[in-house]
């Protein structure tokens, strides 16, 4: 039985291939997710992702649709030595054509870029940097290398920084409309977006507020602190009767991030 | 033209829907209805002092300290930024730090 942030790797391998969850010939097996970058409990999945040459034949539980051919990635929810394992099933080619992908958008700018990438997509890049070799480790390696050298964080700031500049018009247009409610949630939503291209800058890869927390704390940026963060975050400081005041006061903090986060 | 002139005791303000884009050391900014403006060095510098507390005077000053020369030598420069800013659309003049109205100058 394991729990917690302990993972025997080797173990849980072994228990997945013979149950033949996980084949036994495969490219590679890599770890993501919150256990593996340490912000995993008791109740945390494992996520693992197999990659193939060949289509998986085996049991799944879900198809997760994608973008790319074939345009389905298996999903199998399991178990092994007392803890719940997701395992996603890529093939290699899916790899490659993500990579291909991300350099031929670039050069067509980077909303379309990013929004013909499916979320899951985009976590699986964002994952697979962060990610711990199960096997097949140097193919871990070279992908990770051949993803970090990408355009995939130009693309991802050049988006999330797009999608702040939609939120703060929303906000502004709202506030002199005096819808000041509506403008809160948009000058939170503008403030998101911020946070999340400063993160892809830093290479964290995500599109998930899940983790933005944690993610936050792993960096180090003179565009914001990680008290600052949390105490926009939270809200903290928001005068319900003035809170025109803190939409400008966020949306001033976005500023700064923008200031800072270079991109191309 | 922008509407109200610039003084060294004119406190700017960024407008918050301006478009802010790091491109290497430069600048670009916009406002969301007009043409961008690719600020470069001192204009950076200034336009990062642009907090909307300190004057333009202040600003001179500070920018002045970044290279160590006179704020006189810079100010006259800064106020062209300051122009180019609020032609763009991107910057505002709120108020003299005395509370006095820059408009009409």
């Known amino acids: 039985m394991q729990s917690g942030l302990v993972v025997d790797y080797a173990e849980v391998l072994s228990h997945l291939i013979d149950n033949e969850v996980v084949p036994s010939r495969c490219e590679a097996v890599f770890a993501s997710g919150s256990v593996v970058r340490g912000w995993g409990n008791a109740n945390s999945d494992l996520d693992l992702y197999v990659i193939s040459a060949h289509p998986h034949e085996g049991e799944f539980d879900q198809l997760l649709q994608g973008t790319l051919t074939p345009s389905q990635i298996p999903r199998r929810n399991t178990s092994a030595c007392g803890r719940r394992v997701d395992v996603e099933y890529w093939l290699d080619d899916q790899v490659e054509q993500l990579l291909g992908r991300v350099d031929e958008m670039h050069l067509g700018g980077a909303r379309p870029a990013a929004e013909s990438l499916t979320s899951r997509e985009i976590e699986f890049m964002g994952r697979l940097l962060h990610a711990r070799p199960v096997t097949g480790e140097s193919w871990l390696a070279e992908r990770r290398a051949a993803f970090m050298s990408s355009a995939l964080r130009a693309i991802m700031v050049d988006w999330c920084l797009d999608l702040y500049d939609n939120a703060v018009e929303d906000a502004v247009g709202q506030l002199n409309a005096s819808d000041v409610d509506s403008a809160v949630l948009a000058a939170s939503r503008a403030f998101g977006c911020a946070v999340d291209a400063l993160l892809c800058h830093h290479g964290d890869i995500s599109v998930s507020r899940k983790w933005r927390a944690r993610r936050m704390r792993t960096i180090e940026s003179p565009a914001m602190s990680y008290s600052e963060y949390w105490r926009l975050e939270t809200m903290q400081g928001f005068d319900p009767s003035a809170p025109e005041e803190w939409v400008a006061t966020v949306l001033r903090a976005c500023q700064r991030i923008a200031m800072e986060v270079p991109v191309q | ?105």
């Open chain 2, 1 to 105: 033209m922008s509407e109200q002139a610039p003084v060294p005791d004119a406190v700017p303000e960024v407008r918050l829907d301006a478009r802010i884009r790091r491109v290497g050391d430069a600048l670009i900014v916009a406002s969301p209805t007009q043409d961008a403006l690719e600020l470069t060095d001192a204009a950076v510098l200034a336009f990062r002092q642009i907090n909307g507390a300190q004057t333009i005077g202040e600003i001179s000053a500070a920018v002045a300290d970044c290279y160590g020369v006179e704020w006189s030598l810079v100010q006259a420069d800064i106020l062209d930024v300051m122009v180019a800013l609020m032609d763009a659309g991107v910057v505002t003049l709120r108020a003299t730090k005395g509370g006095t109205s820059s408009k009409g100058a």
